[in-house]
């Protein structure tokens, strides 16, 4: 049976406002809304595609966040089957490297056969996660996964490069492979399933007692843009943007 | 330890890949502010040739029969060698599909800091971009070897290539046997209906578009404006658009007279695909949107209440 660990982790909601700390070298993160990383959700689909496909059992870490508990029981109503939380000093975000030791640490009492997890997070600061817990774990990794195929101790993969171009690839298993997108897009489930999963499945809190920031970086300052030149902003109503607008289409030749 | 500034060269398929000039660019600033050498690191199998343009001090080349292709395995392993053989200031790789599986298990392997997603490098201060192009972060380099991986958007390829060949130094790959990954062949993507990279008119759709139906209203909108629709990269993981439509990192790259962005944010990943578009018009909710850093013209307006009044007095032009 196909023993399949996911790493999920919760990253900053882009359409939401973002700001910076007092100290200037972190986000502010008092107000930050989460949501899951969208690369790690395509993990999650490719992993119940494959226990669909070829059956197993499908285990999900996350880090201690803000909303993470209502995102391991949509998991859960997804189809995995053991959800857990790690807790310890989370909370305030943590870097990469000190994450991908909590989560090999974790992953590996399962001795798992295969780990998925998104190829990057919008708030990576230290490179992802991936690679490092395989790593850690003395796996191969490969990542910008598109497509995964499981044979007897392999995987077959494809890896995406630019252009469209795939690489077609064998990796030894177990392996942690860096999904980019599932082969089919995450799969919605409905809130009274989800409400089920509250009611009937339990959350396995473990605890990191210490985390290793080594390899990671500390930003010396963080930021909002400022850019040298801004777009030049056309204003009005809907009727006057539209003319304009137009005026623009046919001076560049598309009227 | 030495001041000189190490860059992995990226190449597919015989052809050296832009994020590597890019690299090269960068790396000359930084190794002015060390005061090392720009060292090119090139893996290959008979591709001693693809060190010909490199605008670099010196050049490793190793030729073996395991580095012909990329495999994360048989990279990791010879540029962990050579760091651990050099010891440079600073290894840059792309935030791509080859740096990013080498430089985040050599910086595991090797125990050394790693910052990710740079894009400019100004005395001796590393710039990165995340959250989406939202959030700026700035590091120094550390006391170690340190790792970088770059984003395009900081530097020009021109800048990093050069009429005069560069010396070429021959060194050994480790033993590279026992590999875990293996290439078993290309998959070259099947030809799309249209070629968006030629096209002279782009309406490009982003997340913002929010379902599938809509998309009827953006070929509405291009079929006026003899252009072509085509997306980023959510668009085409939701199976709303064929992957021959991807403007972007594992898509296209286009620069087409006028591309007009609707509902697109324009993180980075987006960005280089279509940042030399002639004429750039963003439409976007969101009036923090990176996109508007980049267009020339930009409408902080909610693509639905726009579209109406644009289609009808469209219609009215066109008859």
């Not at chain 2, 002279?200 to 982003?206: K, M, P, T, V």
């Not at chain 2, 962005?261 to 940042?275: D, F, T, W």
Request: aromatic share 6%; proline share 5%.
């Amino acid at each position: 049976m196909t023993n399949i660990v996911t790493l999920v982790k919760m990253v900053p909601d882009l359409v939401e406002e973002l700001e910076i700390n007092d100290d200037g070298t972190d986000l502010d993160r008092d107000w930050l809304r989460l949501i899951i990383n969208e690369f790690d959700n395509h993990a999650i689909e490719q992993a119940i595609l494959l226990k669909e496909r070829d059956g197993g059992e499908i285990t999900v870490i996350a880090p201690e966040a803000e909303g993470v508990e209502d995102m391991l029981f949509t998991t859960a109503a997804k189809g995995a089957d053991r959800m857990i939380k790690l807790t310890g000093d989370l909370e305030e975000g943590v870097n990469n490297h000190a994450l991908a030791r909590a989560f090999a640490e974790r992953a590996k009492s399962f001795q798992p056969d295969l780990i998925l997890t998104g190829v990057q997070a919008n708030d990576d600061l230290d490179g992802p996660v991936g690679p490092l817990v395989a790593e850690y774990l003395g796996m191969p990794y490969v990542g910008y996964i598109s497509k995964v195929t499981l044979e007897e101790g392999i995987a077959i993969v494809q890896k995406e490069y630019p252009g469209g171009l795939i690489g077609e690839m064998e990796v030894r298993l177990p392996a942690v492979l860096g999904i980019q997108a599932g082969e089919e897009p995450p799969r919605y489930v409905a809130i009274s399933k989800v409400r089920q999963m509250m009611k009937t499945v339990e959350i396995d809190e473990q605890e990191i007692p210490e985390l290793d920031l080594g390899g990671g970086i500390a930003p010396s300052r963080m930021y909002l843009p400022e850019a040298a030149e801004r777009a030049e902003m056309i204003e009005g109503d809907e009727d006057e943007i539209a003319t304009k607008l137009i005026a623009i289409f046919k001076e560049v030749g598309a009227l | 330890m030495n001041q000189n500034i190490y860059i992995l060269i990226e190449h597919l398929q015989g052809k050296v890949a832009e994020i590597s000039y890019i690299m090269i660019a960068a790396a000359r600033d930084l190794a002015k502010e060390t005061g090392g050498e720009v060292v090119a690191v090139l893996l290959g199998q008979n591709a001693k040739s693809l060190a010909s343009d490199l605008a670099t001090d010196r050049v490793l080349y190793t030729d073996h029969v395991a580095l012909a292709e990329f495999t994360a395995d048989a990279y990791q392993k010879t540029v962990a060698s050579l760091i651990q053989e050099n010891e440079p200031r600073a290894f840059l790789f792309g935030n791509t599909s080859i740096g990013a599986d080498v430089a985040s298990v050599i910086s595991a392997r090797l125990s050394l800091p790693l910052i990710s997603s740079c894009i400019e490098i100004n005395g001796g201060k590393l710039t990165s971009k995340i959250c989406g192009g939202k959030i700026m972060a700035e590091n120094e380099l550390a006391e170690a070897t340190t790792l970088v991986t770059m984003i395009p958007g900081g530097y020009k390829a021109e800048e990093g290539q050069s009429e005069n060949p560069p010396e070429v130094l021959s060194f050994d790959a480790p033993a590279l046997d026992e590999l875990r990954v293996t290439l078993k062949e290309y998959i070259v993507p099947e030809a799309g209906d249209v070629d968006i990279s030629k096209e002279a008119i782009l309406i490009a759709i982003g997340r913002g578009i929010q379902t599938e139906d809509n998309i009827e209203l953006a070929e509405e909108l291009a079929e006026f404006l003899g252009g072509t629709v085509c997306s980023s990269r959510p668009i085409v993981d939701q199976g709303w658009l064929p992957t021959s439509r991807m403007v972007g990192k594992s898509g296209l790259s286009v620069k087409p007279k006028l591309y007009l962005a609707l509902g697109i944010s324009g993180a980075p990943e987006h960005v280089e695909g279509m940042a030399e578009s002639e004429m750039i018009v963003a439409v976007n909710m969101d009036p923090n949107a990176p996109i508007f850093d980049i267009a020339t013209y930009g409408v902080e307006f909610d693509f639905f209440d726009l579209i109406d009044p644009l289609l009808e007095q469209l219609e009215e032009i066109k008859g």
